[in-house]
């Protein structure tokens, strides 16, 4: 069964670190999309992709960055880890307009990020 | 840009019983998709209900209905027979008919008492 998976589940980094975290889906799905969940903020957006080599920033992108080279994967990194930063993390995936389901985004599992 | 808003972030429901949450939306667009998302403790997002702009019928998917009314940008949810499964947190979420990310609220945290 096609599904999108995050790596790590959980991490601990220290202050001023780079940090990268995974997410690989395989429902070959060209938009991807990551979101960062606190407390009393529900979900923002920090970058999203479209495509290969495609990528946008979104409410949330400063201290982040994405690059897309194939259908599959959209890491995040974070270049220097901040306190601010601590948060749960989430990749999700979309068809194209005009597809089957194409409404619907599919979350991964999450990762949930402390920065000490 | 869009907005949405969730004005209760907590809720509680006796067990068999209704609870409605609230959700209002900010837009000026005339297409898009307003969701509902279901997360409980176990962080996975669950995709419980959508609708369409331009369909006037409110979407139902058993116990968990919506009451859409575009004119007013509102978009509740309703969960009938309340049950122990459905304590969580509650997310409602808009997408333009484009190509667009979602945006949410901040979500309400709904707990059902035996």
């Known amino acids: 069964d096609a599904e999108i998976t995050q790596s790590p589940r959980h991490k601990i980094t220290e202050t001023g670190r780079q940090v990268t975290l995974a997410c690989h889906q395989t429902w070959n799905h060209n938009n991807m999309f990551w979101y960062r969940q606190d407390l009393g903020h529900g979900l923002r957006l920090i970058h999203y992709s479209y495509g290969v080599h495609d990528t946008n920033k979104g409410e949330v992108s400063d201290g982040y960055s994405v690059s897309r080279s194939n259908t599959e994967d959209l890491p995040l990194t974070l270049e220097s880890a901040a306190s601010s930063q601590t948060s749960v993390y989430f990749c999700?995936?979309?068809?194209?307009?005009?597809?089957?389901?194409?409404?619907?985004?599919?979350f991964g599992p999450g990762t949930r990020l402390t920065v000490t | 840009a869009q907005t949405v808003t969730q004005s209760q972030p907590e809720m509680s429901v006796q067990e068999a019983e209704t609870v409605t949450l609230s959700c209002t939306y900010d837009t000026s667009e005339s297409d898009y998709y307003l969701f509902w998302y279901k997360q409980p403790p176990s962080r996975q997002m669950i995709l419980v209900i959508r609708q369409e702009a331009y369909k006037q019928q409110n979407a139902t998917e058993n116990r968990f209905s919506v009451n859409f009314q575009k004119a007013a940008k509102s978009f509740s949810l309703k969960i009938s027979d309340s049950q122990l499964g459905d304590a969580a947190m509650y997310f409602c979420?808009?997408?333009?008919?484009?190509?667009?990310?979602?945006?949410f609220g901040k979500g309400t945290r709904l707990s059902v008492i035996a």
């Open positions: 999700a995936s979309s068809e194209n307009p005009g597809q089957v389901n194409s409404y619907e985004q599919y």
């Open positions: 979420a808009y997408r333009s008919a484009g190509n667009t990310p979602l945006v």
